[in-house]
């Protein structure tokens, strides 16, 4: 089986349309009329995720494999997209990400181009899976929305509050609630000892009702994961009143902002989608290909042909130059790679799509960091393994 870079024109120009009308159809642009985003227990402020697009965009339209991030979203699907590059670039310590660090959970998204196109979440942050699991983060209003109203009207409902950088489900109100009425109805002698399960206790005013709720992470603190405590106030009804953050720097902390989210659909409730099971078995599947000690699937080799492609049918063939690489009578292309957790080695591994001098599909090359140069590319074992499952995708 052969890959070929001169393909028919009307096979290209077919391609060509495709990729197009992809990317008018799925456009998204970045939302004006939110608040921000909630990325499981984490709160993005619009106005972080429009300082972040743009840095990222700079980012991504200079993309030339050699750093960890912009790296590729490989589930593509979660935003409805097939058949072209999409990337990910972490929230946290922005400006020194290249270096690595800490870089949290929350990831922009934007497509080849640099345009925003949602904000996602890793599900596996921090175990020793290697790939990632990404879930889109949820939109939402806060009670300062101008249009708040109009949302509720059209479904929104109340889904929790917002604490600074922290999102609280609305499940702890009610659970709140119900431990104040039970704690009203407790003996005096008994309330003057009544502490909570899991660092809840109870304060009482003269006509209000104090509980304190704990969290194990705080996102406004450099280090997140510390206790994040928390003050809910009932009347001595047990109405809820509000809920704020209990600080020792501010003295007059405001109160937790209610967050107003659309229901989510059946596929967004989904725990694990097809896509993160074959992840989970990336061993066994037959959608993966491994070169060296790094995992690719086969969709995203995919991708970059077709990215690729695209590229060679634009009408500006000068400005393709410099991303392509010569090493004899080789011509490769630069990979961008998929977000991985893994150690991080002394001299990582980068990796490009080969191409003969008859513009056939040649295979995947890599180099080490300690000998940086094309010249000294090498090609990946198991070819016939590669191109037989790339044949079974469909490409050839």
């Known amino acids: 089986m052969h890959f070929t870079v001169r393909q028919s024109t009307t096979k290209f120009r077919r391609l060509h349309i495709i990729l197009f009308l992809t990317i008018s159809v799925i456009g998204l642009t970045l939302q ?5 985003y909630i990325c499981d227990d984490l ?25 960890r991030f912009p790296a ?10 097939e058949g072209q590059n999409m990337f990910v670039v972490p929230f946290r310590r922005f400006d020194s990400m290249r270096s690595g660090g800490n870089k949290g959970r929350d990831r922009i998204v934007l497509d080849a181009s640099g345009n925003f196109k949602g904000v996602v979440y890793d599900t596996n942050d921090g175990n020793v899976h290697p790939m990632p699991t990404y879930r889109k983060c949820r939109p939402f209003l806060d009670d300062k929305h101008l249009e708040l109203e109009k949302y509720i009207d059209d479904g929104y409902q109340i889904s929790g509050f917002a604490c600074g950088s922290n999102f609280l489900d609305r499940d702890v109100e009610t659970n709140l609630y119900n431990e ?25 005013k003269i006509n209000e009702l104090w509980f304190q709720y704990n969290t ?25 009143l509000n809920i704020k953050r209990i600080s020792r720097v501010i003295t007059h902390e405001e109160p937790c902002s209610y967050t107003w989210t659309a229901i989510p659909s059946a596929e967004a ?3 694990d989608s097809l896509f993160d099971v074959q992840s989970k078995n990336y061993k066994i599947s037959d959608e993966f290909y491994a070169c060296k000690s790094y995992i690719f699937r086969i969709t995203s ?19 393709i130059e410099h991303m392509m690489h010569r090493q004899g009578e080789l011509l490769l292309w630069p990979m961008t790679l998929p977000e991985r957790h893994e150690p991080r080695i002394n001299h990582p591994l980068t990796f490009s799509i080969g191409f003969d001098r008859s513009n056939q599909f040649s295979g995947i090359y890599f180099v080490t960091g300690s000998e940086w140069t094309w010249k000294k590319a090498k090609p990946c074992p198991n070819f016939n393994l590669l191109e037989s499952r790339l044949k079974a995708r469909g490409s050839g």
């Open 43 to 67: 709160v993005v402020p619009y106005d972080k995720v429009v300082e972040v697009a743009k840095k990222a965009s700079e980012f991504v339209k200079s993309v030339d494999g050699r750093y």
């Open 301 to 319: 080799i995919q991708n970059h042909m077709f990215h690729i492609f695209s590229l060679l049918l634009s009408n500006e063939p000068s400005g």
């Open 216 to 240: 194990n992470k705080n996102y406004d603190n450099k280090q997140t994961k510390v206790i994040n405590s928390f003050m809910a106030t009932f009347n001595n009804r047990c109405e809820f």
């Open 180 to 204: 104040c009425i039970r704690y009203i109805s407790l003996p005096q002698k008994i309330k003057d000892k009544y502490k909570f399960p899991r660092c809840r206790y109870a304060f009482q």
């Open 32 to 36: 004006a009329d939110i608040s921000g």
């Open 269 to 271: 409730t989904m725990t």
């Open 72 to 81: 590729l979203l490989e589930d593509t699907q979660l935003f409805g997209v």
